[in-house]
Structures are given as C-alpha cells and as structure tokens.
C-alpha cells in the first residue's frame, strides 16, 4: 500500500541545536516533494519545495534532501529556536496529477 | 488583511444538518482546493477546482459538495452531517502560473473547526 510516514512522537531539542525531522514514502514516485509548518490552530505555511532530480535544497537557516532511492526526505534546522516550534508536514506530489499527499506530521519542541 | 479566508471559524451542529463552510481568497489564485485535517492523519483532499467551471473530487468527496461561485470563492457543503464529519477543514489556493507549473505552493485559509453531535 502507498504511505508517507513522518515520526508521530513530539521531537524535543535544545536550543541552538540543528533538529532533524524525517519524512518516509513508500510505493510513491513524486516529482516534488513539500514542507509545510503548521501552528496550533492555523493553517500550514509552505516553506520549501524539492524536485526529484535535485538533492539539497536550503533556505536560511533550513536544508531540505530527497533521497529518491531510500524513498525518504530530511527537514533540517540549524542553530534551531523557541520560535521553531511547531508541527512540520511533508506533502508528495506525483508526475501524474496535481493532488499533495501529505504526511501526518512530526511536532518540533525546541527547549530554551 | 488575510489572503485566504474561512467561515465559519468554528460551528457545532447536529447530525443531519446542512452546513456550508465559505472560503474567499484575494491573492488572484485560480486554483482552490479543500482539504479536512484529523488527529494523526495528513491532511486529505475533499474537492478541487482549477477555474470556476472545473470541480474535481479528491480523496474523500462522499458526503461533501461543492460550489465556485466566482475565482474569488469555493464553498463546501455537508449536505446532512455525520458525527465522523467532525474535523478541522481547511481551503487553499495556488497559483499555475508563478513559476513551476502545477507543483507549487499552496497557501491555506486559518482553518474552521466542525463538530457534528
């Protein structure tokens, strides 16, 4: 069956710490691949995008990989703060259609 | 002001209601979709619509309607609630034309809470 996985567990980092958030698919082949951040009773906020063919993708102080091999995508934040806290969602968007498919998200708690 | 917006923000019902939740965008999007968010699970697609005269259904369109009324507005109906209907429902926009085709962002509405009792 087809799958995105994303850790359930809240992750809780020190401050200033890089916190890593991990995105799984199984039986999916996207050409994109989707950040999102989401505050409680808000609606997710994009942050960045990655294509198939390209391995790293960086936005100040976040850094986005696709490995499309392991069928898998690192979230990362360096020199991470209180105000990162949040729920981060990955979403996957195949060739063939222009739906997301979106994981069910990973909290971020970073401790002062 | 916000570019996309919801109403209600929240709304308790009973089962069997007609309820319609609105949502109006001014970014100029083409492109709105609705989506209903539940704990533990990703967020998953209702219905879309690339322009007023397309309405596409997503994943879960059994018990929803939809309406466009205009590029600005694209309202979700329940047409006779059902206590698994509580979520949190949300609206987005994209845009086709700002760069990469169909693959980019979308921008998401704050969300209306529905509960059906």
């Known amino acids: 069956s087809q799958k995105i996985e994303q850790n359930s567990e809240a992750l809780n980092i020190q401050e200033g710490k890089t916190a890593t958030l991990t995105c799984n698919y199984t039986?999916?082949?996207?050409?994109?691949l989707q950040w999102y951040r989401q505050d409680p009773g808000r609606g997710p906020v994009f942050l960045l995008l990655?294509?198939?063919n390209e391995k790293e993708k960086r936005k100040e102080r976040l850094k986005v990989t696709f490995d499309t091999t392991l069928k898998q995508s690192l979230f990362h934040i360096t020199a991470s703060q209180p105000a990162d806290s949040a729920t981060y969602l990955c979403?996957?968007?195949?060739?063939?259609?222009?739906?997301?498919?979106w994981g069910a998200g990973t909290k971020l708690i970073i401790k002062p | 002001d916000a570019d996309v917006t919801q109403t209600p923000r929240n709304r308790i019902t009973k089962t069997g209601k007609r309820i319609m939740l609105e949502c109006s965008q001014t970014k100029g999007h083409d492109r709105m979709y609705w989506y209903r968010q539940d704990p533990g699970l990703g967020l998953r697609l209702i219905y879309y619509s690339f322009d007023v005269k397309d309405i596409n259904k997503g994943e879960i369109s059994d018990g929803y309607s939809v309406s466009r009324q205009a590029q600005a507005k694209f309202s979700l109906s329940l047409e006779s609630a059902i206590p698994n209907q509580t979520a949190l429902y949300f609206c987005?926009?994209?845009?086709?034309?700002?760069?990469?085709?169909?693959?980019?962002?979308?921008?998401f509405g704050p969300g209306t809470r529905l509960t059906v009792l």
């Open positions: 990655i294509r198939e």
């Open positions: 987005a926009t994209s845009d086709p034309t700002s760069g990469i085709s169909s693959y980019n962002e979308q921008f």
């Open positions: 979403a996957l968007t195949m060739d063939s259609n222009y739906q997301l498919i």
């Open positions: 039986n999916y082949s996207p050409a994109y």
